[in-house]
Protein backbone atom coordinates (compact mmCIF):
# COMPACT_ATOMS: atom_id res chain seq x y z
CA UNK A 1 0.00 0.00 0.00
CA UNK A 2 2.91 2.19 0.05
CA UNK A 3 3.52 2.82 -3.64
CA UNK A 4 1.09 4.16 -6.32
CA UNK A 5 0.93 2.37 -9.65
CA UNK A 6 0.12 5.14 -12.66
CA UNK A 7 0.60 4.99 -16.29
CA UNK A 8 3.01 7.99 -17.43
CA UNK A 9 3.11 9.56 -20.94
CA UNK A 10 6.84 9.78 -21.56
CA UNK A 11 6.58 10.14 -25.10
CA UNK A 12 4.84 10.34 -28.66
CA UNK A 13 2.34 7.52 -27.97
CA UNK A 14 4.64 5.92 -25.30
CA UNK A 15 3.10 4.54 -21.96
CA UNK A 16 5.06 3.35 -19.25
CA UNK A 17 3.76 1.92 -15.65
CA UNK A 18 5.60 3.64 -12.97
CA UNK A 19 6.04 3.52 -9.15
CA UNK A 20 4.80 6.43 -6.95
CA UNK A 21 4.83 7.04 -3.07
CA UNK A 22 1.75 7.23 -1.35
CA UNK A 23 1.73 10.59 -0.83
CA UNK A 24 1.38 12.08 2.17
CA UNK A 25 -2.11 13.55 3.28
CA UNK A 26 -2.35 17.47 4.53
CA UNK A 27 -5.30 18.07 7.18
CA UNK A 28 -7.15 19.98 3.80
CA UNK A 29 -6.47 17.36 1.56
CA UNK A 30 -7.88 14.06 0.16
CA UNK A 31 -6.84 11.18 -1.74
CA UNK A 32 -8.91 9.61 -4.34
CA UNK A 33 -8.94 5.59 -5.36
CA UNK A 34 -9.64 5.17 -8.75
CA UNK A 35 -12.44 3.94 -9.99
CA UNK A 36 -12.75 4.85 -13.65
CA UNK A 37 -10.87 7.70 -15.86
CA UNK A 38 -12.27 8.17 -19.39
CA UNK A 39 -10.90 8.98 -22.09
CA UNK A 40 -11.60 11.80 -25.03
CA UNK A 41 -10.70 13.13 -28.14
CA UNK A 42 -8.05 15.26 -26.73
CA UNK A 43 -6.39 12.72 -24.78
CA UNK A 44 -5.84 10.74 -28.52
CA UNK A 45 -4.45 14.02 -29.81
CA UNK A 46 -1.58 14.58 -26.66
CA UNK A 47 -1.23 11.41 -26.54
CA UNK A 48 0.29 11.20 -29.42
CA UNK A 49 1.63 14.50 -29.86
CA UNK A 50 2.67 15.23 -26.55
CA UNK A 51 2.65 19.58 -25.57
CA UNK A 52 5.61 18.90 -23.57
CA UNK A 53 8.51 16.44 -23.15
CA UNK A 54 7.12 16.15 -19.55
CA UNK A 55 6.05 12.76 -17.89
CA UNK A 56 2.47 13.05 -17.81
CA UNK A 57 0.01 10.71 -16.25
CA UNK A 58 -2.98 11.31 -18.24
CA UNK A 59 -6.77 10.88 -17.44
CA UNK A 60 -8.54 13.93 -16.83
CA UNK A 61 -12.36 12.79 -16.55
CA UNK A 62 -11.98 11.09 -12.76
CA UNK A 63 -14.19 9.49 -10.74
CA UNK A 64 -13.36 7.55 -7.43
CA UNK A 65 -13.39 6.80 -3.76
CA UNK A 66 -12.23 9.07 -1.29
CA UNK A 67 -9.36 6.92 0.07
CA UNK A 68 -8.15 9.19 2.78
CA UNK A 69 -9.10 12.98 3.54
CA UNK A 70 -7.88 15.34 6.16
CA UNK A 71 -10.39 16.70 8.65
CA UNK A 72 -10.19 20.45 7.51
CA UNK A 73 -10.51 18.82 3.67
CA UNK A 74 -13.77 17.10 5.31
CA UNK A 75 -15.03 20.58 7.31
CA UNK A 76 -14.40 22.59 4.70
CA UNK A 77 -15.80 20.16 1.51
CA UNK A 78 -18.71 17.72 3.21
CA UNK A 79 -16.66 14.75 1.43
CA UNK A 80 -15.59 12.06 3.73
CA UNK A 81 -13.31 8.58 3.05
CA UNK A 82 -15.64 6.31 1.15
CA UNK A 83 -17.78 8.82 -0.95
CA UNK A 84 -17.65 8.25 -4.57
CA UNK A 85 -16.83 11.73 -6.42
CA UNK A 86 -16.48 13.26 -9.73
CA UNK A 87 -13.43 15.55 -9.98
CA UNK A 88 -13.24 18.31 -12.24
CA UNK A 89 -9.36 18.20 -13.94
CA UNK A 90 -9.58 22.58 -13.28
CA UNK A 91 -7.90 23.31 -9.93
CA UNK A 92 -8.55 26.74 -8.91
CA UNK A 93 -6.34 28.89 -7.09
CA UNK A 94 -9.75 30.24 -5.61
CA UNK A 95 -8.44 33.99 -5.30
CA UNK A 96 -8.49 35.70 -8.26
CA UNK A 97 -11.29 37.45 -9.85
CA UNK A 98 -12.38 34.60 -12.43
CA UNK A 99 -12.31 32.24 -9.23
CA UNK A 100 -14.66 34.74 -7.39
CA UNK A 101 -16.84 35.00 -10.25
CA UNK A 102 -17.33 31.03 -10.08
CA UNK A 103 -15.60 30.76 -13.13
CA UNK A 104 -12.69 28.99 -12.19
CA UNK A 105 -12.59 27.51 -15.58
CA UNK A 106 -10.96 30.47 -16.60
CA UNK A 107 -8.26 30.86 -13.58
CA UNK A 108 -4.46 31.22 -14.68
CA UNK A 109 -3.86 28.40 -12.47
CA UNK A 110 -5.20 25.80 -14.61
CA UNK A 111 -3.79 27.21 -18.07
CA UNK A 112 -1.45 24.37 -18.07
CA UNK A 113 -0.48 26.02 -21.60
CA UNK A 114 0.81 29.53 -20.17
CA UNK A 115 1.25 28.55 -16.65
CA UNK A 116 4.23 26.21 -16.05
CA UNK A 117 2.81 26.27 -11.77
CA UNK A 118 -0.78 25.68 -13.12
CA UNK A 119 -2.22 21.98 -11.95
CA UNK A 120 -4.67 20.48 -14.43
CA UNK A 121 -5.39 16.29 -14.27
CA UNK A 122 -4.45 14.74 -16.58
CA UNK A 123 -1.87 17.64 -17.98
CA UNK A 124 0.35 18.75 -15.16
CA UNK A 125 3.51 16.91 -15.39
CA UNK A 126 4.49 13.93 -12.86
CA UNK A 127 7.38 15.56 -11.66
CA UNK A 128 5.71 18.12 -9.43
CA UNK A 129 4.96 16.62 -5.99
CA UNK A 130 3.06 14.65 -5.14
CA UNK A 131 3.05 13.31 -8.37
CA UNK A 132 -0.90 12.06 -8.58
CA UNK A 133 -2.32 14.37 -10.88
CA UNK A 134 -3.99 12.31 -13.13
CA UNK A 135 -6.67 9.84 -13.55
CA UNK A 136 -4.88 6.60 -15.40
CA UNK A 137 -3.73 6.08 -11.77
CA UNK A 138 -4.28 4.17 -8.70
CA UNK A 139 -4.86 7.19 -7.09
CA UNK A 140 -5.20 10.50 -7.35
CA UNK A 141 -4.26 13.44 -4.97
CA UNK A 142 -6.92 16.26 -4.16
CA UNK A 143 -5.39 19.68 -2.71
CA UNK A 144 -7.77 22.20 -0.91
CA UNK A 145 -8.85 23.54 -4.00
CA UNK A 146 -9.58 20.87 -6.07
CA UNK A 147 -13.22 20.84 -7.63
CA UNK A 148 -15.06 18.13 -6.16
CA UNK A 149 -18.82 16.69 -6.91
CA UNK A 150 -20.81 13.80 -5.13
CA UNK A 151 -22.10 11.07 -8.08
CA UNK A 152 -25.71 10.92 -7.02
CA UNK A 153 -26.79 7.79 -4.71
CA UNK A 154 -28.11 5.05 -7.27
CA UNK A 155 -25.41 5.89 -10.35
CA UNK A 156 -22.19 3.67 -10.55
CA UNK A 157 -18.91 4.64 -11.84
CA UNK A 158 -19.69 3.25 -14.42
CA UNK A 159 -23.21 5.03 -15.04
CA UNK A 160 -25.39 1.70 -15.13
ZN1 LIG B 1 -11.82 15.78 -22.07
ZN1 LIG C 1 -8.20 31.68 -9.71
Known amino acids: MS ?36 ICGTDVKL ?14 ENIGVIAKAGREFTRRKGFKEGDLVFVEHYVMCGKCEWC ?12 WRKNPDAIRYGY ?5 APHL ?3 FAQYVYLPWNAVVHRVPAGVTPFGT
Open 47 to 60: YKTPPSAAPVIMGH
Open 3 to 38: KVLAAVRTGPSRIEIREFAMPEIAEDAALMRMEVAG
Open 133 to 135: WGG
Open 100 to 111: HAGQYRHCENTD
Open 124 to 128: TSAER
